[in-house]
C-alpha cells in the first residue's frame, strides 16, 4: 500500500510536466509529417509538369538539338514519342459536367519504354488496359479511381480507364487529359494531328546561353487548334493554325517547348534546405522534451529522499523501489509517447494525406518511439543509481 501511494504521489506531481511534453511532442510530430507530405506533393506535382529537363514537340526539336550541339551539353538520356490528337467526350465526375475536348494519345508500348519515373504516380496497366492522365486538384490527393465511357472521334467508346496524374513529357506539353491506349487501339484510330514529343537528359544541364534562349523563344507556341465543335462528336473538326487567331473560342495552343533544368535544381535545392531546417528544429525539440522529462526525475529524487527513507524503516525492500522506479519511469514516457502519436494519427486521419501512409512517415514515427525510449532506459539507469545510493545509507 505504502508502495503504491509512493507511485502514485511521484506521477501526480508530474501531471503539469507530462501535458506539457505530451503537447510539443505532439506538435514536432505533425511539423514533421506535414513538412513531408508538403514537400513530397509538391515535388511529386513539379515532376509530373516537368519530368525532363528540355521537351519539345517536332516543330521544334529540329532547332533544339542544332542549339545543344553548340552548347556542348552532355545529353545523358534522348527520348522521342510518336503522338495523336484526337476529339473526346465524356463526364468529368470532379465539375459535374460533360467535356469535349481535344486529347493527346499515346499507345502503351511508347509509354512503357519512357523511364520509370514518368509512371510513378499512375495506376498500374497491362496492355490491355486505358489508363487517363489527369491534372490532379489537390497536392495531397493520390487516389486512383475508374472512369466510364470516354467517346472518341471515329474510334470504339472507351468503357473504363483508370487514372493518374503524371505526364509523360510534363503536363505543360498538353492542354488537357491525354490518354495511354493499346497498341491495337492506337493504330486503328485516326488523329485530327499528329506529332512527336522529344525529352533529353542531361549530366549537367542543357548549357543553353541566353542569347540561345531568346532564340528558342520564337518557337515557344509550336501551333494552334481551332476546334470546331458541331452536333456530334464525329462531324467536329480540329483545325490547325501556325498564328494565334485573333478572335474565337475554343482555340488550344501547343507548346514548342519546354525547358526547367535550372528552376528544377533550384527547387530541389530549396526544398530540401528548408525540409532539413523544419526537421532539425522538430528533432531538436524532441530531444529537448525528453531531456525535460529526465532532468525532471533527477530532481524529484534529491526532493523524496525522505519518503525513501520512510520506505526503507517500514520494510519495503531494495528489489520493490526498483520496481517503483521502473514503473514511473516507463508510465512518465509512455504517456507522452502514446497520447502524442494518437493526437499526431488523428490530424493526419483528418487530412487527405490520411488515406496513404507512407513508409517514411511509419520511420518518423518509430524513430519518435525509439528516441523516447532510449531516454526512458537512460533515465531509469541514472535515476536508479542514485535512489539505490540513498537507500543504502
Known amino acids: 500500500m505504502f508502495s503504491f501511494k509512493y507511485l502514485k504521489e511521484r506521477l501526480f506531481q508530474n501531471i503539469s510536466i507530462l501535458w506539457f511534453v505530451t503537447e510539443l511532442s505532439a506538435l514536432a510530430l505533425m511539423l514533421l509529417t506535414f513538412c513531408y507530405f508538403g514537400y513530397q506533393a509538391v515535388h511529386r506535382n513539379y515532376n ?12 521544334t526539336a529540329g532547332v533544339i538539338k542544332q542549339e545543344l550541339k553548340k552548347s556542348k551539353a552532355h545529353i545523358k538520356g534522348e527520348y522521342q514519342t510518336a503522338v495523336k490528337i484526337n476529339l473526346v467526350s465524356y463526364y468529368k465526375k470532379d465539375d459535374q459536367d460533360y467535356i469535349r475536348q ?39 490527393e493520390n487516389r486512383h479511381f475508374k472512369e466510364h465511357d470516354i467517346r472518341v472521334k471515329d474510334s470504339p467508346v472507351i468503357a473504363t480507364v483508370k487514372t493518374g496524374s503524371s505526364f509523360p513529357y510534363g503536363s505543360s506539353m498538353h492542354f488537357g487529359p491525354m ?5 491495337k487501339y492506337y493504330q486503328k484510330m485516326p488523329a485530327e494531328v ?13 548549357r543553353l546561353s541566353t542569347k540561345q534562349l531568346e532564340k528558342l523563344d520564337n518557337f515557344r507556341d509550336a501551333y494552334y487548334m481551332k476546334v470546331n465543335f458541331k452536333k456530334t462528336l464525329n462531324q467536329s473538326t480540329i483545325e490547325v ?25 533550384n527547387f530541389a ?20 522534451l525528453g531531456s525535460v522529462l529526465t532532468l525532471r526525475i533527477l530532481l524529484r529524487d534529491d526532493y523524496q529522499s525522505r519518503q525513501l527513507r520512510t520506505l526503507q524503516k517500514i520494510g519495503v525492500e531494495e528489489s520493490e523501489v526498483k520496481r517503483i522506479v521502473r514503473r514511473e519511469n516507463t508510465l512518465t514516457f509512455l504517456i507522452p509517447l502514446i497520447f ?14 490520411g488515406r496513404h501512409i507512407s513508409k517514411n512517415i511509419i520511420l518518423i514515427y518509430a524513430g519518435y518511439v525509439v528516441l523516447y525510449g532510449l531516454f526512458g532506459l537512460v533515465s531509469f539507469k541514472v535515476s536508479w543509481h542514485g535512489i539505490k545510493h540513498k537507500f543504502s545509507l
Request: hydrophobic share 40%.
Open 48 to 59: 509530373s509538369a516537368y519530368p525532363f529537363e528540355l521537351a519539345a514537340d517536332k516543330n
Open 179 to 183: 490518354m495511354v491506349v493499346p497498341d
Open 102 to 140: 481535344p486529347m493527346t494519345f499515346m499507345s502503351y508500348s511508347d509509354y512503357m519504354s519512357l523511364p520509370k519515373r514518368m509512371r510513378k504516380w499512375n495506376g498500374k496497366i497491362n496492355s490491355r488496359e486505358f489508363l487517363k492522365i489527369d491534372y490532379n486538384g489537390s497536392i495531397f
Open 194 to 206: 499528329e506529332d512527336v514529343f522529344y525529352g533529353w537528359d542531361f549530366k549537367k544541364g542543357d
Open 269 to 288: 535545392q530549396g526544398g530540401g534546405f528548408y525540409l532539413f531546417i523544419v526537421s532539425l528544429f522538430s528533432i531538436a525539440l524532441l530531444i529537448a
Open 241 to 265: 493554325l501556325k498564328k494565334a487567331p485573333n478572335n474565337g473560342s475554343s482555340i488550344y495552343t501547343q507548346a514548342g517547348f519546354l525547358r526547367q533544368g535550372s528552376i528544377k535544381k
Open 340 to 353: 502524442a502519436l494518437a493526437q499526431s494519427i488523428v490530424a493526419i486521419a483528418m487530412s487527405n494525406t
